[in-house]
């Protein structure tokens, strides 16, 4: 609230003066907020919501957007999230460190667009090994065979997890 600071002084001589001045004291803000647990994922797509305790305030980091933070956004390694709330000059912060680590990588090559059925087989290779190789039809582990593989669209995925949990697909 606002309070009235009051001076007197009186001298020697006996004179004597007064002087007052009010000041104002706010609260302080509170900049807690929850919503962070990690560490996540880099390939991680899911919009995790940031909740203050006080609101009006303002998110900042690698990967925020408003009030929601972004694992897929964010930036391999440590990630601080900051959030700054408060007015009348006491403006408090707050900010909490998450890990997003690097999701192995689901890409494989030797595979072509189109395939006649009469071509030979053809043998996938993942950018990194482990993981397993699914189809419509046509595939035998990490071998594609157009011969007898249903005409028309055939969908080819790889699936990978690591040592950190991490997963990816392509």
Not at 28 to 42: K, M, W
Not at 154 to 166: A, L, R
Request: negative net charge; charged residues 10%.
């Amino acid at each position: 609230g606002v309070h009235t600071i009051t001076y007197a002084y009186t001298d020697g001589n006996g004179c004597s003066a007064v002087t007052s001045q009010n000041v104002e004291v706010n609260l302080e803000s509170n900049a807690s907020f929850t919503g962070l647990s990690g560490p996540y994922c880099s390939s991680d797509d899911t919009i995790i919501a940031l909740v203050p305790v006080e609101s009006g305030g303002v998110f900042s980091g690698n990967g925020v957007t408003g009030n929601n933070w972004s694992p897929a956004d964010a930036v391999i390694g440590n990630n601080t999230i900051e959030y700054e709330v408060g007015s009348g000059g006491c403006v408090n912060s707050s900010s909490v460190v998450v890990e997003v680590l690097a999701s192995p990588n689901p890409s494989f090559t030797n595979l072509d667009d189109v395939y006649c059925n009469n071509e030979p087989d053809v043998t996938l290779v993942p950018v990194e090994s482990g993981g397993v190789f699914t189809a419509t039809s046509g595939l035998t582990a990490n071998v594609f065979h157009p011969q007898i593989a249903d005409l028309g669209i055939n969908v080819i995925t790889y699936s990978i997890n690591d040592s950190n949990g991490c997963s990816a697909m392509s």
